[in-house]
């Protein structure tokens, strides 16, 4: 059955009170599946993400020659590892709208013996990745652009990476660095990668960092980020790995928590999780929410009830979220630092302040992020515990169609604002099958949850 063109959210009748465990993480298993794949043996890997920018990247990799085995609906792998020789020495790799999988497969393929093509769907080719090819180039690889200079489709035309000193601009996306890192124990020779200015998203490069570890390979950090160096020659090792629930995900339910005053758990997150975006929790503790921290589990609870300042250049994965909890605190909301998200899978600042409008929100567009001035809520003084939406439901028949742009983290965030806001319609909530195909029907299942929250 295909995908339905729109889907309209109901309101809730009562705080959110449920539990939950998402499903893996998609940036651990984009970055498991390049150091299996490059690894000696077959590793396994468990809790794995099944999504279109996993499916993309375990289609590539078997497109260059590199087995891998899926069971248990997709979140059991088998990775048959290369040891670093790229078996294909011609591949077309369509990844999508999939960034983690061009950029980490781009720097995969320049450790081969051979030309290589990657490509992807329209917006793909808006999106930005002439700083990664100019640093392989300065490797020893010779990677073009087909058409646009700096844009897919690419040609990598591979002889693998001699090694040595590496500039590579921080400031567009971390992928980029975290591509070289992935690639770079299989260089000829010690790659010591230099940061021309700013590096945003710091959190996905010690994630980078502390996977590689995890099969093998050591990299050593300045303290700020600012250079790296890995030892070269060394190899990957197979292992089993497990594939933590995916933080970015999670924040969808924290949040619902947040705007409507309820509680929910995540299970198997914890403070100390290679991801980041664990620390979205604490921005909802600054609108006034409470947070609860267990070794395998964070709970939210409590309404988010005033506006914040804050610099989310660390977790902007989560931005729009907040955005969209803005709505329903009082005062303005202020989110800087996230000058690049304009460059994801849609210009997560101009399109998200443009569908934040249609709730009569006021949005400044500032030159790295946005800021929020919530509407009069539905209520008048906001969402209250017990309080009950049915009759503003019944007699609203204004519908806000939200757009999603085929970005799959429009279409979660927006979700939420149904939760409180009557006529929410989600366009093309297919689009979560990017990485979460199954939101829309496990959102559900924590609105439903019973009484004391068993999700």
Known sequence: MSDPASIKIEPVIGPIRGRIRPPGSKSITNRALVCAALAHGTSTLTGALDSEDTRVMIDSLGRLGIHVESSDNGTTLRVHGCSGQIPATNADLFVGNSGTTIRFLTALCALGKGTYRLDGIQRMRERPIGDLLDALNQLGDNCTCENRPGFPPLMVNASGLRGGNVNVRGDVSSQFLSGLMLASPYAASDVYIHIQGSLVSKPY??????????????????????????????????????????????????????????????????????????????????MGCRVNYSPSAITVSGRAAHGIDIDMNAISDTAQTLAVVALFANGPTTIRGVAHIRHKETDRIGDLARELRKFGATVDELPDGLRIHPPPLPLGEGWDEGACLTHLAGTNTTSIEIETYNDHRMAMSFALAGLVHPGVVIRDPGCTAKTYPRFFDDLQRVINSPPGGGG
């Open 205 to 286: 490069v010690e994630m980078t960092r502390q996977i590689m570890a995890a099969f093998g390979a050591t990299v050593v950090a300045e303290h700020d980020f600012s250079a790296f160096r890995i030892a070269a020659p060394q190899k990957y090792a197979a292992r089993q790995y497990l594939i933590e629930p995916d933080a970015s995900a999670a924040s969808y339910f924290w949040a619902a928590a947040a705007i409507t005053g309820g509680e929910v758990t995540i299970e198997g997150l914890s403070r100390d999780s290679l991801q980041g975006d664990v620390q979205f929790v604490e921005c909802l503790t600054k």
